[in-house]
């Protein structure tokens, strides 16, 4: 079983070099089928004006654990007319209660708060918030209104979207987390840059190019 969740993360070795070295000179081009590819089926963006930058993760998944620290520094840079979601995948159905558990801390305004103290629930102090045993007095633990987070997780509204995460992920045929899309079309992931650093250059890459291609859509005044 260990060995199925781990060929479902990105299978690379994060780097630790430091994030944002001082450099030289710019960072290479992006390359098509290298550093990112082109999905074949180019999905509807939910951020309007801005570029979104989907990230498909999982709670459980040691790659997506050992990424947050380097992607939380990234999203300080995002520029203005960037916009990240985040997405928990679920290619099974015990992927389902990390899924609405993110769900219901976003939906209780906690992700900010408690996101990398789930991560690190999960990911070092080994503690199974999937069981609703253990989650319940966990939740209560960090301050959270126990009543309000359960009826909120066991809500049609949460199933309904975990599961509509879920779908997306399918839609844009992603195998495996963490994994981004940039403005429904561009999927790159750290299994493809190999290297922290060189994934956050491609982010920033693909957002500069999807920049180009709205404004080039947008009809003449």
Known sequence: MFARTLALCAAAVLSVSVLFQPALAAPDAVFEGHDYVTVKAPQPVATGNKIEVLEFF???????????????????????????????????????????LFYTLEQMGQIARLNSKVFDAYNIEQINLDDPAVLGPWIAKQGVDRKKFEAIYKSFSTQSKAMQGGRLATAYGISGVPTFIVDGKYLTAQSMTQTETRLYEVLNQLIVKARAERRSKKPAK
């Open 58 to 100: 999982w709670y459980r998944c040691p790659h997506c654990f050992q990424l947050e620290p380097s992607l939380h520094t990234w999203l300080k840079t995002l520029p203005k007319d960037a916009q990240v979601r985040r997405v928990p995948a679920v290619f099974r159905d015990d992927w389902m209660p990390a899924a609405k």
